[in-house]
């Protein structure tokens, strides 16, 4: 069966520190892959998508970034957090044309 | 962004009532999709609608695509307090050349036993 996997679940990091999440997916190969943000009781925002190893499209001008080294691993990243990128991180894969976006569990991170 | 209209926004229903949400939107996609996400976890796919008019069911939740593929509802029948949490519709199609989600801002469902 397909799985999602993310880590940290949590994570408190000062602001000016790096960042590390990763992501990775089990049972299928060639997957899109993403990463959202959510704001507390809010809806999902795109930050990024990739439809392959080494394609990364952004979709909102941020401090972050992401990558995709192997086929099933994401990882987003960031050289100097901001107090602003406090928030949850989810990763989600989608397998096919119309296949619904599967997510992971989440990473709460705080910035201090 | 593109963004989906849903309500209400949120819900406070007694223990044993029906639920019923709704999306709307001014774009066609190809798929409508129904998670709910509970505190600090990952949304969790409900039900997925592939065809204009669909209805489909998964044990007490119901949904149907819109004849246009421009809006969907979710039911609920029978509420039971782990209905408790944030459902999310989400439409999902090619935008900008790649499958991507936009999603509803969520419908909070609160229930009291």
């Known amino acids: 069966s397909q799985t999602i996997h993310q880590w940290p679940a949590t994570l408190v990091q000062p602001v000016g520190s790096p960042l590390s999440l990763e992501c990775t997916v089990e049972g299928t190969s060639n997957p899109n892959l993403y990463w959202y943000r959510q704001a507390a009781g809010r809806g999902l925002q795109l930050l990024f998508y990739s439809v392959g190893i080494g394609q990364i499209s952004s979709e909102v001008p941020q401090n972050l970034s992401a990558s995709r080294p192997q086929d099933r691993q994401f990882i987003l990243s960031s050289k100097k957090l901001l107090l602003s990128d406090s928030g949850f991180y989810l990763c989600a894969f989608g397998q096919g044309k119309d296949q619904p976006q599967h997510f992971g569990d989440g990473t709460r991170l705080s910035i201090l | 962004g593109q963004q989906l209209n849903q309500s209400p926004q949120s819900m406070f229903i007694q223990e044993g009532e029906d639920v019923s949400m709704n999306c709307t939107s001014s774009?066609?996609?190809?798929?409508w999709l129904w998670y709910k996400q509970d505190p600090g976890e990952g949304p969790v796919l409900l039900i997925a609608l592939y065809k204009a008019g669909e209805l489909t069911s998964n044990g007490r939740l119901t949904a149907q695509f819109g004849i246009t593929r421009k809006d969907s509802f979710l039911n609920i029948s029978a509420s039971i307090p782990s209905d408790v949490g944030i459902y999310f519709c989400?439409?999902?199609?090619?935008?900008?050349?790649?499958?991507?989600?936009?999603f509803g801002q969520g419908t909070r469902l609160t229930i009291n036993p």
């Open positions: 989400a439409g999902q199609g090619v935008i900008q050349g790649a499958q991507k989600l936009v």
């Open positions: 774009s066609i996609f190809n798929t």
